[in-house]
Structure formats: structure tokens, C-alpha cells
């Protein structure tokens, strides 16, 4: 501490801001990458929530003393916490649904409510709980119900309720089956409402599930259910991935209504039977009128004569066999279907053992044909057509590389802790060896280091009883007796005036040349004649 305390005093004041402001710069940005680094990886908890379902998570991870970040619409929590969290939420039902429910009803009192508000009250109770119901489902993110309801009329008794479901799925799109189930939920929910009244809208604006009002969405929903069932036959023989289908539906787009009557007369029954008799008898004189009956004594010769007649009727009613039909054909019927198949090739090794891909057999494919017409539902008489091909696949070139595991997935820590960790390692190497190590091994440079005491064992010049004092690299101006200090020859031999050989402290006293033995001294006092050099250049700079 005292060393670093004397280095500070030994510089100039625009050194030590300079070495002030370095400082503070280097702990800044330690402090920095220590922060980066000690701050744990951010995950995503929840994102698309609403104002109130949002501040309830936020509140309930402050109670917790747990680390988010709320960026835009999403909230974020520690990576290692985030799963705990989320069980941890669900089991208080948070994030809370914004519809509500039949709780509406409980803040309702008998007093200052009238039946309009109540009905009102109960019709935004009925949505909010066929909301929950549709998002508890998890292909559903959101759904929001909307009932119109006209109320009872005096005047109009054909009036029926209907409902609107928009409804945006968590990933991929709402289907028409999905649809339709969504249909009878609600309708089933509401008194005296079908399925049809109700309209399913996904997240696009585009109306699902609606095969009266577009027979082509129904076609491409068929379609795709025909092209599924025939993969998956498929797959199971020549592999999944090796077999691609197309099925083209062609179906009615009109409708019709035909109506049938066909009277049978060789089919007939008998109901009733009617028989009627009817006899006649009559008698009288017979004979005609001659001359012998006008006589007074004549006999006219009458004679007596008698007629009987019958009749016999029968009527018999049938009844004839009659047949009447009626035949609606609605859009939607299949009109004629095509199915195009085609499979890929078998690999077989060849002479070099290279994977060849050749065609399959015409047996294999017949074989393949029968199971796809049987699987689609195929008719001839409707002009259904069925191509099976068997051709090599060409493998498609991967876009990208492939994800692997990095070297770093198993300590448990991602790439950029790491390489946070690694740049505040080299902020703190940079700092030790370029910063303060220099400030440390620096000497001061105003102060003015003695030099050490030499030793009057081996520095005393002969023939003096006193010690040698220490060298101070200081130059001493006073006035003193120029005339009695001995010269140091330059030369070797050369002796001092008045007789006196003065040689240095520690030099070599074997007669060697000067020189040398200075450069000797220097050499084993080196760094007190670079301060010795360095104060009088100092002290130069400043008399200039």
C-alpha cells in the first residue's frame, strides 16, 4: 500500500487523471461483465396475454422475488425457473382468462336490477363460459363468443337465436372438423339453436367449416382426408416418405331435386268385391185373337203363359302397386375422383456394393393399385381413375447446415454465458498486465531514490579511515577545493594530480582500464544510475 501510495505522489496531476479516468473505466466495465455475466439466461413465460391477465403474472412473480423482463407483450423469466413457474401459476389459474363467466351473476342483487339488465348480465355470462370452454382446448389460443339474442316477441314467433365463435389457433389452423365441433358446443348450449346458426371464424377472417356456402373448401377437406388414408397405406409398405399422393375430387356443384312416380299394373291386390242378383217372373194368357172369339157362343181358346229372368253382377275393386320417390342431390356429392400415385424406387446394391435404385415390379404395383382403389372408394361406372408409377426419387439438397449438439450443451451453461465469462476474463488480464502491474513496477518519477550505502568493508578507498557516503544523483554546487580533488585517469596507469589514485567505489582495483571497471559499476547498480540519469534529465526538461 505504501508503494502505490508513493507511486501516487510521485506523479503529475495530469497523470493522475489520466490514471484516475483509466480506472474507473476498467472497474466500470468490469462491473458490467460481471453483471452480464452473473445475470441468468431469459426464457420465454408468457407472451400475447391482455393488460389484466398480464399485470395478475407480473404481480404474482414480485410476491415470489422472482427475476422478469417484460418486453413488448411477452414476459420472461429465468431459463432454469421457467417450467416451475409456469405449474406454479396454473395451480392459483393464472394467466386468468379475460372473459368471465357465470361470476357476473353474483354481483347482481335484487334491488335496482331490472330484468333487461339481467338478461344481459346472464347473455355475457353464457359467452364468457363457452369462451373458457373453447380455450381450454390446447390447439386454441383464443376465442371470443358473441350470441344474439332478440328476445321473446309478440308479433314474431319464427325468431332463433344465433351465434359468432372467431377463434385463433395456437399453431396451424383451425380445421373444418374442429370447426364443426365448435358448432354443435354451442348450439348445444343455447335453447332453440342449431348448428347452423352458429359461424366459426379463425384468426385470418376466413369462415370455417362452411361446406354449404363453399362446396370448394369441402372438396379440398375431402381431398386431403382421401390423400391421408392413401399415405398411410401406403407407408406402411414402401417406407414413409417414399410414396407421393395427389387425389383430384370432382364433385356436384349444383342441386337438384327429382321426383319419381312409377305405377305397377301387373302388381295389384284385390280390396273389395261387389255381386249383385236380380230375377224376373211374369205369366198371362197366351194365344192371339181369331173369329171364333168374337162369337157369342164361341171359344176363344186362351191359353196361359209364364216368363222368369235372372242377372247376376260382380264388381271387384283393386288396388295398383305405386311407387313415388324423391331425390335431392345436394353440392358436395363425389362426381368423379382421380388418384395419381407415385412411389419411389427399391435400392439394391450392385457388383461394387453402390446402392442402385431400380423400378418395383408390375406385380408389387398391381398389387398397390387394388389397395389405394379400395381405400378411396373407387367406382368405375363414375369414371374414377387410378395411376400408380414407380420412378427414383431426387434427394432434395438440405438448405443450411444441420443442428448438432455443441460441445457446451452438457455443462449446462449456453454459448453466451460463456462467452461473457471469456471477455471478462481478458478485461481482467488486460487490466492486471497493461494496467496496474505497469503502475506498480513503475518507480515515481519525481521522487529522488539515494542510493544505497556502499559498504566500507569493500567501497572505503585505501589509505581513508572515513566511510564513503551514498550516492544521491544529486550535483552539489558549492564552492569547495577544486585544486585538491584527485582526476580519475582515463587511461590505464595514469596517476591522479598531487599523487593521489582515486578509484570508484566497487570498481576493480586490478589495474584494468577504467572504463571497464565503470561499466562494471553501472552494471551492478543498475538501477540506481538509470534514476541518477533520469533526475538529471528531468531536472533539464524543467530548467528549459
Not at 244 to 253: A, Q, R
Not at 518 to 530: A, P, Q
Request: hydrophobic share 40%; proline share 5%; net charge negative.
Amino acid at each position: 500500500m505504501q508503494q502505490i501510495v508513493t507511486l501516487w505522489n510521485a506523479l503529475d496531476p495530469r497523470r493522475r487523471v489520466i490514471v484516475g479516468i483509466a480506472t474507473l473505466a476498467m472497474f466500470a466495465a468490469v462491473l458490467a461483465m460481471a453483471r452480464m455475466a452473473s445475470t441468468p439466461g431469459m426464457a420465454l413465460l408468457y407472451a400475447g396475454l391482455e393488460a389484466g391477465p398480464a399485470g395478475e403474472v407480473v404481480s404474482a412473480l414480485e410476491q415470489r422475488g422472482v427475476t422478469y423482463e417484460v418486453r413488448g407483450g411477452a414476459i420472461f423469466v429465468d431459463a432454469g425457473r421457467r417450467d416451475e413457474l409456469r405449474m406454479t401459476l396454473a395451480s392459483e389459474g393464472l394467466p386468468r382468462n379475460s372473459a368471465q363467466g357465470y361470476e357476473l351473476l353474483d354481483g347482481l342483487s335484487g334491488f335496482g336490477t331490472t330484468s333487461q339488465m339481467f338478461n344481459a348480465a346472464y347473455w355475457r355470462a353464457k359467452e364468457g363460459e363457452l369462451a373458457r370452454t373453447i380455450v381450454s382446448h390446447p390447439a386454441v389460443a383464443s376465442a371470443r363468443v358473441h350470441i344474439a339474442q332478440t328476445g321473446t316477441s309478440p308479433f314474431r314467433r319464427d325468431l332463433r337465436p344465433t351465434a359468432s365463435v372467431a377463434v385463433s389457433a395456437s399453431s396451424g389452423q383451425i380445421t373444418a372438423a374442429h370447426a364443426r365441433a365448435l358448432k354443435y358446443l354451442v348450439a348445444s348450449a343455447v335453447a332453440g339453436m342449431s348448428p347452423d346458426d352458429v359461424s366459426v371464424i379463425d384468426g385470418n377472417g376466413e369462415l370455417v367449416g362452411d361446406t354449404d356456402r363453399s362446396p370448394a373448401g369441402a372438396t379440398d377437406g375431402l381431398a386431403e382426408t382421401l390423400r391421408n388414408r392413401v399415405e398411410r397405406l401406403l407407408a406402411a409398405r414402401v417406407g414413409p416418405g417414399n410414396a407421393v399422393v395427389e387425389v383430384s375430387v370432382e364433385t356436384v356443384t349444383r342441386q337438384e331435386s327429382l321426383r319419381e312416380r312409377v305405377i305397377d299394373p301387373e302388381s295389384r291386390v284385390a280390396i273389395s268385391t261387389d255381386t249383385e242378383e236380380r230375377e224376373d217372373a211374369s205369366s198371362g194368357d197366351g194365344g192371339g185373337v181369331t173369329v171364333a172369339s168374337n162369337l157369342p157362343e164361341g171359344d176363344a181358346g186362351a191359353e196361359s203363359t209364364t216368363s222368369q229372368a235372372s242377372e247376376t253382377r260382380e264388381r271387384v275393386n283393386y288396388e295398383v302397386s305405386e311407387t313415388e320417390r324423391q331425390i335431392v342431390e345436394v353440392p358436395g356429392a363425389i362426381k368423379r375422383l382421380t388418384v395419381a400415385v407415385l412411389v419411389n424406387g427399391m435400392a439394391t446394391p450392385d457388383q461394387n456394393g453402390e446402392p442402385v435404385v431400380t423400378p418395383r415390379p408390375e406385380e408389387e404395383l398391381a398389387a398397390l393399385e387394388q389397395l389405394v382403389a379400395s381405400a378411396v372408394g373407387f367406382d368405375p361406372a363414375r369414371g374414377d381413375a387410378i395411376t400408380i408409377k414407380s420412378m427414383q426419387f431426387e434427394q432434395a439438397q438440405s438448405a443450411g447446415t444441420l443442428a448438432d449438439d455443441s460441445i457446451f450443451s452438457g455443462s449446462g451453461m449456453d454459448a453466451m454465458t460463456l462467452v461473457q465469462l471469456v471477455v471478462l476474463a481478458v478485461v481482467v488480464l488486460v487490466l492486471g498486465l497493461f494496467v496496474v502491474r505497469p503502475l506498480l513496477a513503475r518507480p515515481a518519477g519525481g521522487a529522488v531514490q539515494r542510493l544505497a550505502a556502499p559498504d566500507p568493508a569493500t567501497d572505503t578507498p585505501p589509505g581513508s579511515d572515513e566511510a564513503p557516503m551514498a550516492l544521491t544523483g544529486e550535483i552539489d554546487t558549492s564552492e569547495g577545493d577544486l585544486a585538491g580533488m584527485a582526476l580519475i585517469s582515463c587511461t590505464q596507469g595514469a596517476a591522479a594530480p598531487h599523487g593521489t589514485d582515486i578509484r570508484l567505489p566497487g570498481a576493480d582495483r586490478s589495474g584494468t582500464d577504467p572504463a571497464e571497471r565503470l561499466r562494471g559499476l553501472i552494471g551492478e547498480r543498475r538501477e540506481e544510475t538509470v534514476e541518477i540519469l533520469r533526475t538529471w534529465l528531468e531536472g533539464e526538461e524543467e530548467h528549459a
